[in-house]
């Protein structure tokens, strides 16, 4: 067996492979928002091209990579996780996606970009509790906040370069699309063979042993096994705070648009631009604020900031007209409060509050929850835009309340904490 990654979680100093290994478990981030944006962005030439109605269209929203195909995979691969490993999944993982891609890439009809959309569901999902598990577990102590931070940077890094190539490539139409589509398979397979260099968690490694000492063999991950008060607690919170947060992020897709197009007579280029402009400030928000302060300060504190922000951000669509600086405003503070907000604290404390052996299996079923219910919820989404943007601004803004206040009362003080000493807390003996 080849040698596993030196623990981490015990080091001070940072090692110069750290922050690789980091970024390429992280790039599956890129290519979870990557899919995501590419598909919406190639949603109208698909429409225009097979004669898509829509409800096939609302059905490609809900089993795609945005929800429910994604959790599925995310609970399916979080237990495989826990059974085989991070590496096993990560790595070939990569090539079940390539192959959803090879379906869009080369869709001639509406049954094959709705299949192609699932299969990359499924690999996206499968590959977030494996990626978030092994970065959370190789991270240098004191770093593991910096080092999450660096797959919510990639995160908001897909969509900026997916909207750019969709721009540049506008002329050649479906071609276009087919391109980008290309673009994100053929990284995939390039990261089997990155990842296949890199080495198995070795706190998952140790885990397994100490099993083997007690004279017990390993035990994968059950459901049952997490049905336990002290793991119901966690998994409560983690889903409420960041299922909440979701509905709104799934759901701001339907609105942006909306926006842009009622401030004024915006061009292609002007929308894309408008977008991107908010993923690079979030990129900012993560490395300035996120990065540099969660294993350090008051996470509770932390999380508050970015609620309150982001609150204010979406009230101000339901409280004042939609004029062009009202909504500029709003881009900036949304941009800003969800850098150091949900989604990054959602993958920190995903990998804190539970054991090695349970962290991943955790992690997939509550992110299989969250992309589950919000696939549900797009179905009804155009019912609500219906009822008018002021009413659906405070659906949302209501949304963005109920997750700050879920997150504020139950946010765990673990900066600056090893796992090691986060599972004695729990109870569990240290791997």
Known sequence: MAAAIPAADDRQEPQSSDWKNTILAGLANY??????????????????????????????GALGPNAISAGIGAFVGGRLCDLFGRKTIYQYDMLFYAFGMCWLIFAMNAWMVLTGFFLVGLAVGADIPASWSLIAETAPKGKRGAHSGVAQVLWYLGPVVVLLMFLVLEPLGLLGARIVFAHLAILAVALTFLRSRMKESQRWLEAQA????????????????????????????????????????????????????????????????????????????????????????????????????????????????????????????????????????FQLWSSEMFPTLLRSTAQGLMFGVVRIALGVFSLFVPILTATGFSTLAWILTGFLVLSGLIGFLGAPRNEGKSLDELEAEMGVEPA
């Open 210 to 345: 100490e099993q083997e000492a007690a004279g017990t063999a390993p035990q994968p991950a059950r459901l049952r096994d997490l049905m336990q008060r002290q793991w119901i607690g966690p998994m409560a919170f983690l889903a409420g705070m960041y299922g909440m947060w979701n509905l709104w992020a799934g759901t701001n897709g339907f609105f942006f648009p909306y926006i842009l197009r009622t401030v004024g007579d915006q061009s292609q280029a002007m929308s894309v631009g408008v977008q991107s402009f908010s993923f690079l400030l979030g990129m900012l928000s993560i490395w300035l604020i996120f990065m540099q302060l969660s294993d350090r300060v008051n996470q509770r504190m932390l999380f508050l900031g970015s609620a309150v922000i982001q609150v204010v951000g979406m009230s101000l669509l339901a409280l004042f007209p939609l004029t062009l600086p009202m909504a500029l405003l709003h881009v900036v503070l949304m941009s800003v409060g969800q850098g150091f907000g949900a989604q990054s604290f």
């Open 31 to 60: 290519i979870d928002a990557g899919s995501i944006v590419a598909g919406s962005a190639a949603l109208a030439l698909w429409m225009e091209a097979y004669k898509l109605s829509p409800t096939f269209v609302g059905l490609i």
